[in-house]
């Protein structure tokens, strides 16, 4: 098993443009991350640099979401067919205004969750968002099993 030293905050000098710092002693090398956003890997080995950018808000949201449905279970063809809808919005937004786009999304998607509500009988203007999130994962929950059934059949 590697052993790893960290460095502490308090290690750093204050005019450092390193924020973390870590030695892996199987390989005598360092991982530094700087304050300008690069990853710099050494080792005697070599060395190794690469900036990250930092992820926008749109590519965080998708992230989140594709997380969440892999925590939820969701796998195989479900997933797939997540991962193409999510392309399809993509490709979508990239072809239009986004402001405008995410504007229309967003008012479809409120209109589409009112009706849902009062089909059901939910009064949307008392609902939390733990009430939402159990909608959701109760919505979930009986696509899958919709599913199930018609692949037993």
Known sequence: MDTYRAMRGSEVPPSSSV???IYNERFDGYVRVYK???VKMTSPAGTVTAQFKELEKADWLRESYIRMLIESGIRGQELQSALAAIERVDQRLSQT???EARTSLY???QQRFHEWCAEQGVDYETLT???VIRIVAQGVETVREE???AGDE
């Open 147 to 149: 599913e199930c059934v």
């Open 129 to 131: 968002d733990e009430n």
């Open 107 to 109: 008012e479809r998607s």
């Open 19 to 21: 924020i973390a710092s």
């Open 36 to 38: 300008n956003g690069y």
């Open 97 to 99: 205004d986004p402001e």
